[in-house]
């Protein structure tokens, strides 16, 4: 059965930090993973990783994808309340539908 | 311009009623998407549906569930005989399609209540 697990489900830091949310994948037929910001209801995409290795950024926000380890890290360096949300990862399988398998989220609160 | 609506944005209803949501995707996408997102669970695949083929309704989890796409457009989530673990919000997503890098755009979402 196709699994996605994040850690740790819940983060409390002071603002100005820095954190790292972990997203591991069990899953057949990978095509790619899915960073997505979860404020209220409706996900933001944040980033696609396809290849390992190769750090992809977005001024504060970045990730890195490792296909051997089945693993993807997000990090949020000096960390605002504007980041506070749940923080979901997302797998893409390679089949007719293109579905994506979700991991159950990290909620991040960021104090000031 | 215009993302994805959803409609209504809040429904609370008596078990055992049907109850429909809506869904607008955004014009020109050919895939569109719906999920269901308990309490503290992650967002759960529910069905899917690309152009004028099949829909995948390999998410759907019983036979109360159903969704239809009418003219390649609008979808239509039913649930029959609704029961209070059908409690959850119910996002929809589309996409430009499945070839190459996409990215799916989602809805506001549907909180649905049963008591």
């Known amino acids: 059965e196709d699994k996605v697990v994040q850690s740790p489900l819940s983060l409390v830091v002071h603002e100005g930090d820095t954190v790292t949310l972990n997203c591991s994948y069990e899953?057949?037929?990978?095509?790619?993973l899915l960073w997505y910001k979860q404020e209220k209801k409706a996900p933001t995409f944040l980033f696609m990783l396809?290849?390992?290795?190769i750090e992809k950024k977005s001024g504060r926000l970045s990730s890195i994808l490792d296909k051997k380890e089945l693993f993807s890290i997000l990090n949020i360096t000096a960390t605002q309340t504007g980041d506070s949300a749940v923080y979901l990862c997302?797998?893409?399988?390679?089949?007719?539908?293109?579905?994506?398998?979700f991991g159950q989220g990290t909620r991040l609160t960021i104090n000031p | 311009g215009a993302g994805v609506s959803q409609s209504p944005s809040n429904k609370v209803t008596e078990k055992g009623k049907d109850v429909e949501l809506r869904c607008d995707p955004i014009?020109?996408?050919?895939?569109l998407y719906w999920y269901r997102q308990s309490l503290g669970q992650g967002l759960e695949f529910l069905i899917y549906?690309?152009?004028?083929?099949?829909?995948?309704k390999s998410g759907l989890p019983s036979d109360r569930f159903s969704a239809e796409r009418t003219g390649g457009s609008v979808s239509t989530l039913t649930i029959q005989r609704t029961q209070q673990e059908d409690s959850a919000v119910y996002l929809c997503?589309?996409?430009?399609?499945?070839?190459?890098?996409?990215?799916?755009?989602f809805g506001p979402g549907t909180r649905l209540t049963v008591t």
């Open positions: 997503a589309s996409s430009f399609g499945w070839d190459g890098a996409y990215e799916q755009y």
């Open positions: 899953v057949t037929n990978f095509r790619s």
């Open positions: 014009s020109g996408h050919t895939a």
């Open positions: 997302a797998v893409e399988k390679i089949q007719g539908a293109q579905k994506l398998v």
């Open positions: 396809t290849s390992s290795g």
């Open positions: 549906f690309q152009g004028n083929s099949a829909p995948d």
